[in-house]
Nanobody
Framework: QVQLVESGGGLVQAGGSLRLACAVS????????VGWFRQAPGKEREFVAA????????YYADSVKGRFTISRDNAKNTVYLQMNSLKPEDTAVYYC????????????????WGQGTQVTVSS
């Protein structure tokens, strides 16, 4: 069983930065694609970014491209989401997800999910 735990959320002013972390408990972390998704109140879950097995592939939603950076540290079983130039519309619960075979933006394809961490950006 793969378990994911997010951390790093909080309250920040517009223009500020946060770094989210997703710790993944599995002996084969390098075998998993990890993605970040977010869900704002009353809205559908949306894709933010994904990173492939050996970091060869980085995939971003247009809404965060140039502001957010996804990275992974396979030695620490952790994926990070560095979020810069935050906007009020980035406010949401952020989830990380993992899958052994799917690399993409379609959230139902991911098998394992964390519990989420709240990010609030004030104007």
């Amino acid at each position: 069983q793969v378990q994911l735990v997010e951390s790093g959320g909080g309250l920040v002013q517009a223009g500020g930065s946060l770094r989210l972390a997703c710790a993944v408990s599995t002996r084969t972390f390098g075998s998993y694609v990890v993605g970040w998704f977010r869900q704002a109140p009353g809205k559908e879950r949306e894709f933010v970014a994904a990173i492939s097995w050996r970091s060869a592939g980085l995939y971003y939603a247009d809404s965060v491209k140039g502001r957010f950076t996804i990275s992974r540290d396979n030695a620490k079983n952790t994926v990070y989401l560095q979020m810069n130039s935050l906007k009020p519309e980035d406010t949401a619960v952020y989830y990380c997800a993992a899958d052994a075979s799917y690399y993409g933006s379609n959230w139902p394809e991911y098998d394992y999910w964390g519990q989420g961490t709240q990010v609030t950006v004030s104007s």
